[in-house]
């Protein structure tokens, strides 16, 4: 079972069977150790590699890059050549997670790297997607990641 303490080591432990299948209805995001691994693998430099290859995205009040698509918002990956992902071995964080391979995995990255329990707007962001019947993993509970009295200011925006 996938918990949001899960460690990352644990969840690299997913393999990959290289379907393609999640490369042709969207892209994974990057952590910021990413891009350096993929500019060095595709020798530019990280600028070059936000203008040409990448979009900034924002979910849960915090910005992460990630492979354009074909066709927004859901298309092919750009990386994605002949059915396979040309940047394999240095593939963005959550591609390497696998979250194809369940939701628990897509969630474990989300509450990972995506939800910043340090930042209100974040937290109450991620209070509404629950409110709306948003899934959530085990530790992922908001009386979880945030102390009580201080979920209660950040829900009440006394905190900003």
Known sequence: MITKDTPLKDILNQDCDRCGHCCKYGTGFLVKEDLKRIADHLKIKE????ERWL???????????????????????VFLK????????????????????SEELALWFMLNYQVNINDPESVRQYASYLKTGGKVLKGGELENLVPKDKLKKMLNYELI
């Open 55 to 77: 979009e900034e995205k924002e979910l849960f009040h915090t910005k992460l890059w990630r492979p354009k698509t074909e066709k927004r918002p859901f298309g092919r990956c």
């Open 47 to 50: 600028k070059e590699l936000k």
């Open 82 to 101: 002949h059915d396979l992902c040309s940047i394999h071995t240095v593939k963005p964080l959550q591609c390497r997670v696998g979250n194809c391979k």
